[in-house]
């Protein structure tokens, strides 16, 4: 009788973590989640120093884009941790910032506020499709060779990009480009030594390799006064030089809605493609192969564009580094709330950051660009209606220092090829569409010209 008069045992309610995040559910524990948080922003946070390095040369103010990309970083992935409950990080989108300076800005003379705005729309326009679901037609219609495709040409214009940065190569008006005429100066040399470092750092799978790559190519450039030491390690973040800037009603001009579609087209595509890599190597796949929940995922990106353009950075998009942070056990949002927690710390560096040189940062866009090429395999290059169309997206984007222009040789090249072979059924509808307003958009520039 005496077990009767004992307490009954009730089970211990589950934590806030263990309700938010599921992870008992998802065989996962704190500790785990917080290693693989910090290894997933030991992995990405070169954007810090990339970033704002990228966008003063489109003349804005680097202290204030540091502080835009941290917040919107932060926004983001804290979005996808909470609402998505993914362990995806997200920032400002590499080779779309390039696009933003040297092509947007630099190359087709429109102001870095009206870029903003564009950057803005485009989010809006994202959000908008996810909510009605269009974002799944759009995506089904485009073949995976022309996705594989523009990943790779981004790559090798960000490399290009990077390169020139750092003296490799210069322009030639005879050969178009050549070896850099400085190439045996003390910057160039430096960043080549950064290169190498980054490199060998990679080839051991070092965590955090980039950013480690950039601080040393930034040591040797302070130890040979190409740099400078900052007056001091912290400061207030300030905002204000980019903060609600951007001009909406300039924005709205018909010549600028190739802009918006790039920036929306390129946004969708590294999206889809961290999506699938990241999900499956995290074994977040349903049976069906289908990703859970992936308008909440995608909600994440689209905000998080909307806050950067709010701030003053270019486009958010989710980051294939997450893949680091899944390898050290990360399956839960828990890790991206960790990750958004440190670059809201990182907000506060932007003396540090200031310091930092193009030739320190050259190297992290040639590797990164590097990595983006290993999606070529993915074009199946025995299928000719497949590769050419994917050939030509690769080789306009860089020759021609354009992303638009490589999405529309790659976006119209396809549905003619498929049909004139006799495929055309394999086309989607939308597809073809897709390729009649390149094709009017070329058709209203020749007539204004």
Known sequence: MESSDRAIPTPASPTLLERLFQLSANQTTVRTEIIAGFTTFATMSYIIFVNPNILKDAGMDQNAVLAATCIASAVATLVMGLAANYPLALAPGMGVNAYFTYTVVLQMGVKWQTALAAVFISGAVFFILTVAQVRKLIVSAIPQSLHAAVAAGIGLFIAFIGLKNAGIISADPVTFVTLGKGITSKETVISIIGLLITAALMARKITGAILLGIISTTILALVFKIAHAPTSLLALPNLGPTFLKLDLRGAFHLGLLEIIFVFLFVDMFDNIGTLVGVTRQAGLMNEKGEIPRINRVLLADASGSMVGALCGTSTVTSYIESAAG?????????????????????????????????????????????????????????????????????????????????????????????????????????MYILALIFVLRYVYLGIGA
């Not at 907000?347 to 090429?373: E, K, Y």
């Not at 395999?377 to 306009?396: E, G, R, V």
Request: net charge neutral; proline share 6%.
């Open 326 to 430: 899944v390898a050290a056990g990360g399956k839960t949002g828990l890790t991206a709330v960790i990750v958004a927690l440190l670059f809201l710390i990182s907000l506060f560096f932007a003396p540090i950051v200031s310091v930092v040189p193009a030739i320190a940062t050259a190297p992290a866009l040639i590797i990164v660009g590097s990595l983006m090429m290993k999606s070529i395999l993915d074009i199946d290059w025995k299928d000719t209606a497949q590769s050419i169309p994917a050939f030509l997206t690769i080789i306009a984007i860089p020759l021609t220092f354009n992303i638009a222009n490589g999405l529309a040789l790659g976006f119209v090249s396809y549905p003619v090829i498929m049909a004139l072979s006799g495929r055309w059924r394999e086309v989607s509808w939308a």
